[in-house]
């Protein structure tokens, strides 16, 4: 996409150029007799697609547990994990850049010498992952119908865990040849780069989004792109949904970060940016980062701990596919308060079982078991609602001038509560070890309340609809207008 200096000239050209154009656009629509179908294997393949993207994330994190990588680094401490976890996410906070930087970073992690190597290497392939994170769902909202948005923009969830399933399973099958190839934990980092390279060169043959190209004034490829997604019929109802909206927003907005926090957007950018740094708070990255020594306490040897932590993969995968099929059935805010309730009680069983462990040692044998299961009921719960819907939300309330600015700003705010979950949460269980789990308890407690009092019901709410929504008019008078 071109940047966003050339959306807000655009927006600020005088209104007349933008009538004009509005106009022979509709003159041209006159024209239109071939009646063209929806294409659902289009829209559902260019979903899928660019849902690659999601498959770089997150495969060092069980790596950095590993006997084998702390061992080639010297033993660190966990002021220096932290860092290698957390340069990462903050090579996504500031991640603008191109899939080359994503390619670039993987081959320095993967030959790494010295923990300097490997905290560049994360740095530099934030920048690649953090623009994706930000640009797929943001893409992904605006090709897809209103009834099945949640749908689309779940399958880059589900892509994103079948990775760290298979992430999970490589380093696991990896670990046994640790004794005799005590490098194996490079071959999961290297892996990286086949996604990368694979999206760099599909990302010529992709179609455009359909309002990008209405900002641009290309209306023309804007309904043809609408056609060829969404049919002819549902394509000309969207159409001029947009283009009235486009109108709409020229007259009253400048497309400027400040404008974010106006009275207008205020609420939407608050919610947005909340939803983002909530998900990462709800305490997912901890239990993910630190699997397989979560697991060793409880008695488990390296091994188990591997292989439990599989589990957690497949369990990732397999849930991801839920709201796959549910997400559009039923209301947003229902899906988060109900998975932050459930997440709430696996954070205190985790923290049951550690302190029991510690306090009974000879318990540790039959803990095992126990402290498996929730981990397994935290991330059944977290798949199926904060983990699709925290890119979701974020992407569906704002207007399609301020659409691009909000989802940076909320996907920066998601990378910068990483920021802060992994650099500290090693020093944190350093020193007070299970104490961390109720303080994620209590997060998931409080973000209950902030959905039920705040939040505003989105779900199946055409994107030209939304400014009417946090308005206050009711949908009959939206639908009429």
Not at 8 to 35: A, F, G, Q, R
Not at 204 to 227: G, H, M, N, Q
Request: hydrophobic share 50%.
């Amino acid at each position: 996409m071109e940047n966003e200096k050339s959306q807000v000239d655009m927006c600020e050209k005088p209104n007349n150029d933008s009538k004009s154009s509005l106009k022979s656009s509709d003159n041209s629509n006159d024209h239109s007799t071939v009646i063209v179908p929806p294409n659902r294997v289009l829209l559902y393949g260019t979903t899928a697609f660019v849902s690659l993207g999601a498959l770089l994330f997150g495969v060092i994190s069980t790596i950095i547990a590993s006997d084998t990588w702390l061992k080639e680094f010297g033993y660190p401490d966990s002021g220096v994990i932290g860092a290698v976890v957390s340069l990462f996410d903050v090579g996504c906070l500031f991640g603008a850049l191109s899939n080359a930087w994503t390619a670039f970073g993987v081959i320095i992690q993967t030959f790494a010498v010295h923990i300097a190597m490997m905290i560049i290497g994360r740095f530099i392939l934030g920048f690649g992952v953090g623009a994706l994170s930000g640009l797929v769902p943001l893409y992904q909202a605006e090709i897809a119908p209103a009834h099945i948005r949640g749908r689309l923009i779940s399958i880059e969830q589900m892509v994103l865990c079948f990775g760290e399933m298979i992430a999970t399973w490589i380093d696991y099958g990896f670990s046994y040849l640790a004794p005799t190839l005590p490098i194996w934990w490079r071959i999961p980092l290297g892996i990286q780069i086949v996604p990368a390279i694979i999206l760099v060169v599909g990302c010529f043959y992709i179609l455009p989004s359909p309002r990008w190209l209405a900002e641009k004034e290309r209306w023309d490829e804007c309904l043809s792109v609408l056609t060829r997604l969404h049919g002819t019929e549902a394509a000309q109802i969207e159409f001029r949904q947009i283009q009235e909206t486009i109108k709409m927003e020229r007259e009253t907005s400048v497309g400027s970060y400040a404008e974010l926090f106006n009275r207008r957007y205020r609420k939407r950018t608050l919610i947005a940016m909340a939803t983002a740094g909530l998900q990462q708070l709800t305490g997912t990255n901890s239990i993910l980062y630190f699997a397989p020594t979560l697991f060793g306490k409880a008695g488990l040897d390296q091994q188990a701990s591997f292989l439990a932590t599989g589990g957690v993969g497949i369990v990732l995968f397999v849930t991801s596919w839920i709201p796959i099929w549910t997400i559009d059935r039923w209301s947003r805010k229902g899906y988060f308060m109900v998975g932050s309730f459930v997440m709430m009680l696996a954070m205190i069983g985790i923290a049951v079982t550690q302190a029991m462990t510690e306090l009974h040692p000879n318990i540790i044998g039959n803990a095992g078991n126990v402290i498996v299961f929730w981990p397994y009921l935290f991330y059944t719960a977290f798949n199926i609602t904060w983990g699709p819907l925290a890119w979701l939300v974020p992407n569906e309330i704002m207007d399609i001038t301020m659409r691009a600015k909000g989802n940076a700003l909320a996907t920066a705010t998601l990378w910068l509560c990483n920021v802060g979950v992994a650099q500290f949460s090693p020093m944190i269980v350093a020193k007070i070890n299970w104490g961390l789990y109720p303080i994620y308890a209590g997060i998931n407690f409080i973000s209950i309340f902030l959905i039920y009092f705040f939040w505003v019901e989105s779900a199946n709410v055409p994107l030209e609809e939304m400014a009417a929504l946090f308005e206050g008019i009711p949908r009959e008078s939206r639908t009429a207008a």
